[in-house]
């Protein structure tokens, strides 16, 4: 491929060209590129479809299916993978390296005979020609972007991030006529503790608070701190029965759990409002402004407690 050939370093726009391109040279049945950072993904089983590490050609593989391939056929090799290999007659692998880091591996079915299997390596080694630089650097380019969608304190997604995600996900689920839902979080009393044990021990707290929503949701949602002790968490494709399910056992974790900051033990609580869309809102904007509504309903009955919205 020529440097011609790519006229933008988006991920989105890097990858579908480069699979083309392979495609067309090898007139592959189908061609899976998984990034480095989708093989860790998936090997730790947090692997997310919005992160772009898969991408099928001319096809809609199935993520559970493109997981079980890898699991039994692929990353059992992986540790050993210098170059091309075949792990079986029609599916090669084909690692791809940029300045002795992998970038990725491009997976390449197909029904050729084994004495064309060399010339089917060569042919996607001109492809690859310039492509992999391409590929490496619209994965750092991605890599810098994720990064100021983080928040440095929780590790959590930022509100800046969340707005995204949530156009994504209310045009996703208006497509699909699904739903999802959005908890709003906040830490019961959290202002005292500042108060009274001093901000650096609130923000370690704050910290450990966003470990402990991390392990009670699934890798599909997300959890953004909102700003102060406030966040949001977007479970995707859940209804109000199952999210309220879901909020019931983050509101237990967060009690239950033992918080210490250097010799200070506290015992926290939080209050949650879910909001389910259609249902209460069709709008980002509305999603949170009701789940908020309604997290602030529930304090004002007891605290440490779900409220959904009406």
Not at 74 to 100: A, F, H, N, Q
Not at 190 to 201: A, E, I, L
Not at 227 to 239: H, N, P, S, T, Y
Not at 272 to 299: F, N, R, V
Request: charged letters at 25%; hydrophobic letters at 40%; proline letters at 2%.
């Amino acid at each position: 491929m020529k440097h011609e050939h790519f006229k933008s370093l988006d991920v989105q726009a890097v990858v579908p060209h480069v699979l083309k391109s392979i495609a067309k040279a090898t007139r592959a049945k189908k061609i899976e590129w998984v990034s480095f950072e989708g093989l860790k993904s998936v090997d730790h089983a947090e692997a997310q479809s919005h992160h772009f590490f898969h991408w099928p050609f001319n096809a809609r593989t199935n993520f559970l299916r493109l997981q079980v391939t890898l699991h039994k056929k692929i990353l059992p090799v992986i540790s050993t993978l210098k170059g091309p290999r075949w792990v079986e007659d029609d599916l090669l692998v084909y690692p791809v390296v940029y300045e002795k880091e992998l970038v990725g591996l491009f997976l390449i079915t197909g029904t050729w005979r084994v004495a064309t299997q060399r010339s089917i390596v060569s042919k996607v080694r001109m492809s690859l020609t310039n492509a992999a630089r391409y590929l490496s650097f619209s994965y750092q380019l991605q890599s810098a972007k994720s990064m100021s969608f983080i928040d440095e304190l929780t590790g959590l997604y930022n509100q800046r991030y969340m707005a995204q995600m949530l156009d994504h996900e209310i045009e996703s689920h208006r497509r699909k006529k699904s739903k999802f839902c959005l908890l709003f979080m906040d830490v019961d009393y959290f202002k005292s503790v500042n108060d009274q044990r001093g901000h650096w021990v609130g923000s370690k707290l704050l910290t450990e608070v966003g470990a402990v929503l991390k392990k009670q949701v699934r890798s599909c949602d997300y959890c953004f701190r909102y700003g102060g002790d406030e966040f949001v968490i977007l479970l995707d494709g859940a209804d109000a029965q199952k999210s309220t399910q879901v909020a019931e056992r983050i509101r237990s974790a967060i009690e239950g759990h033992p918080f210490s900051v250097e010799g200070h033990n506290l015992n926290l609580t939080v209050s949650i409002g879910l909001a389910e869309y259609p249902t209460h809102a069709e709008t980002a904007a509305q999603m949170i402004q009701i789940a908020d509504m309604a997290m602030y309903e529930g304090k004002k009955k007891s605290r440490n407690i779900v409220f959904i919205a009406s």
